[in-house]
């Protein structure tokens, strides 16, 4: 068994199906989200149906996920985000609003022969606080919250992986990370639909618990069909702009 681990789809339709072509390919049979499958992109509702389609083995909220789904008013936010979440909200409709709400924020699966491993979109020290995972010290204080052997995030959409074994080390995350028994890893699993380390392909990892590794991949998308729609449905231009630059 292989999963698929994407996070951060932000409603890109053209990229969704980009990488689960390619993880299909690998032999994925298995599906996971660490959230934000909402907001920015003009597809939310079809990425909502496609990935739940998917009985994924588990799914949690991201901000995102939360801003657009729970209705409160879009005080404090930059105009941009706040024109997407309200955008998003007028998509989808009431029943896929609530699935949103009631996700989970963090979530623990088990790979058979391998043992559990966590979801969490930003932080396991407090997950609902939205905090960043940038570097190797607010890695620690992740660390420090994780029982389990590996801990899959997203949230600032820039692939980095950590090992815990008698120090941390680890930093931006591409190729294959080989897993070693009695240590603990943090990975961040990249961006399907709006990716920020410069890098403008779609991102997603796949994760061989027989293997015991876990592969950045990397995805070339329809993304002028994507950057069309976001104009086109009135969003800001800035969100189609930045998708050729990842940034
Ligand atoms: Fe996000």
Same mark, same amino acid.
């Given at each position: 068994?292989?999963? %698929?681990?994407l $996070? &951060? *789809?932000h #409603? ?7 990488? /689960?072509?390619?993880? @299909?390919? !690998?032999g994925?049979?298995?599906? %996971?989200?660490? $959230? &934000? *499958?909402? #907001? ?7 990425? /909502?149906?496609?990935? @739940?389609? !998917? ?5 949690v ?27 998003t ?13 009631e ?30 995972i ?7 204080t992740?660390?420090?919250y994780?029982h389990?052997?590996i ?24 190729g ?6 009695n ?5 961040n ?6 990716p ?6 779609a ?13 950045l ?31």
């Open positions: 068994m292989k999963y %698929a681990i $996070g &951060d *789809i #409603g890109n339709l053209e990229a969704l199906e980009a990488v /689960l072509a390619r993880a @299909r390919e !690998l994925c049979d298995h599906f %996971a989200c660490i $959230g &934000d *499958i909402v #907001g920015y992109n003009a597809n939310p509702h079809e990425c /909502l149906e496609i990935f @739940r389609g !998917l009985d994924p083995v588990g799914v909220k991201g901000n995102h996920d939360e801003y657009i789904s729970n209705g409160e008013e879009t005080i404090g936010f930059n105009p941009m985000a706040a024109r997407a979440v309200e955008w909200r007028e998509q989808l409709l009431d029943e896929e609003l609530e699935w949103l709400a996700l989970p924020y963090t979530k623990i699966c088990t790979a058979p022969g391998f043992g559990r491993f966590q979801l969490v979109h930003a932080t396991l020290d407090h997950p609902e606080g939205w905090g960043y940038l570097d190797r010290f607010t890695a620690e992740n660390f420090e994780q389990f052997a801990c899959f995030v997203g949230h600032t959409h820039i692939p980095v992986a950590f090992e815990k074994n008698n120090g941390i080390k680890g930093g931006p995350f591409s294959t990370l080989q897993l070693e028994r240590r603990k890893y943090l990975v699993v990249g961006s399907v639909g709006q920020r380390d410069g890098n403008p392909q991102a997603f990892v796949e994760f061989s618990p027989e293997e015991m590794k876990v592969t991949h990397r995805v070339d998308y329809d993304m002028e069909a994507t950057c069309r729609k976001i104009l086109s449905a009135d969003l800001p231009p800035r969100l189609a702009e930045r998708l050729a630059v990842g940034r």
